[in-house]
């Protein structure tokens, strides 16, 4: 009797369906009443569909319904009664809200936030948030998209992505979406995060208001001065050799705010200027912490690069590209499904400690997600598992029998 834990009666789809409880989607549905006048293709029917999508790199809804249709025999394993048609994927993509899928989000993120949490890496920092925003064009004006009309009149449309992320986690904790033609600044309002925390945020975000509330509840905010910021200098901080051996150049007491008028904002913060050895570049960083060091502010900065590599990864991996339908709606959806996939993902990727690089994992998870492998030794053995396969299938072929024929 073959006792290998390398097969499974389930799909490695299947298998990271499990990391979503179904009692969960009853939940949400239930509060957001979302499977009303619904027959067939209820929340969880549209959430396994979207995120089939979202990890066979599905660019229209075409290779979204051709592909479960392939795969009909086996789609009873996913929860599925039916493949969905076209036209229905399409009309649940505009009739179901998109805060279904945020709060499936939202919830799978408490649930595994100690998984994602649990970093081998010391110097990743419960509490250090990184805040930024990217663009998505859209082939379509849907959402006012910025840069240039063409000749045509024609324009294209762009969704903006404004995104906190937890360094240690990796992932998105606050997601705001907007026109890819609005001012990023007001976003930064919308941040709430825990006392003594330490948040870095590009020079696009020049929200004084906001600063001076990190300052009251005690958050370290970090970020680079605009060029055309009004600075009044106070005093200048003594700098040691080693920091300026480092690439300090100055760090000094500063007033942010003009004095126009009597109203007007100000803020009291700390200019750091830092020159990068290799690159030649002279930075300016503003901050409202008074007592760590010169090069510790620098470093900080220097730490919002992960961000830009976690756009990177969505960019990479996933169809944002070309969206499964034509409205603000369905757009958002494929979003929050593609996050939802990138969560799981990281869970697992975290949970098993592999070395794979995330965008192999994917591209395995893509080429493969209908055998029926154990998806946590098919991570760990890739190759191993595969063999084990193709060796399986080879002696199931030779049947045996008790009378010659």
């Known amino acids: 009797m073959n006792k290998s834990t390398f097969f499974t009666g389930q799909p490695i789809f299947n298998q990271l369906l499990n990391f979503i409880p179904r009692s969960l989607i009853v939940q949400i549905s239930q509060e957001e009443r979302s499977d009303r006048y619904c027959k ?3 929340t969880y029917d549209h959430l396994v569909t979207m995120l089939f999508s979202v990890y066979n790199n599905c660019d229209s809804l075409r290779e979204v319904t051709t592909g479960l249709l392939a795969w009909e025999q086996r789609i009873q394993h996913l929860g599925l009664i039916n493949h969905p048609r076209r036209s229905t994927i399409s009309d649940a993509n505009k009739r179901r809200s998109e805060v279904v899928f945020e709060k ?6 408490q649930l595994y936030t100690s998984i994602l949490s649990d970093s081998p890496n010391k110097r990743d920092k419960k509490g250090f948030y990184i805040f930024d925003s990217t663009s998505i064009t859209l082939f379509k004006e849907i959402l006012k998209g910025s840069g240039l009309v063409h000749a045509t009149g024609r324009s294209k449309g762009g969704i903006k992505v404004h995104t906190l992320i937890r360094s240690d986690q990796d992932v998105p904790c606050m997601v705001r979406f907007s026109s890819a033609a609005s001012n990023d600044s007001k976003y930064l309002r919308f941040i709430s995060i825990p006392k003594h925390s330490v948040v870095v945020f590009d020079r696009g975000y020049p929200d004084y208001r906001t600063y001076n509330r990190f300052s009251q509840e005690k958050i370290t905010w970090v970020t680079r001065l605009r060029k055309n910021a009004v600075v009044k200098s106070n005093r200048l901080n003594p700098i040691t050799d080693y920091h300026q051996k480092h690439g300090v150049l100055k760090d000094e007491i500063i007033t942010l705010g003009h004095s126009h008028q009597k109203d007007a ?15 030649g570049k002279v930075f ?32 990479q991996n996933y169809p944002l590209k ?12 494929q979003i929050w499904s593609t996050l939802i996939a990138d969560l799981i993902l990281q869970v697992i990727k975290k949970s098993t400690r592999t070395k794979l690089a995330y965008s192999t994992l994917a591209s395995m998870i893509r080429l493969d997600m209908m055998i ?3 998806l946590i030794d098919f991570i760990r053995s890739p190759e191993k598992s595969l063999i084990q396969a193709i060796n399986h299938n080879k002696n199931a072929k030779y049947k045996y029998s008790l009378f010659p024929t």
């Open 40 to 42: 067939r293709f209820t």
């Open 104 to 109: 499936v989000y939202i919830r799978l993120l």
């Open 265 to 279: 904002v100000k803020v009291s913060a700390r200019l750091i200027t830092f020159k990068d050895e290799k690159k």
């Open 284 to 315: 300016e960083f503003i901050t409202n912490n008074q007592e760590c060091s010169p090069l510790t502010i620098a470093q900080y900065y220097k730490k919002r690069w992960q961000i830009e590599v976690l756009f990177k990864r969505y960019k």
């Open 322 to 333: 070309y969206f499964l339908g034509d409205n603000e709606n369905a757009i958002k959806i």
């Open 372 to 374: 029926y492998l154990s």
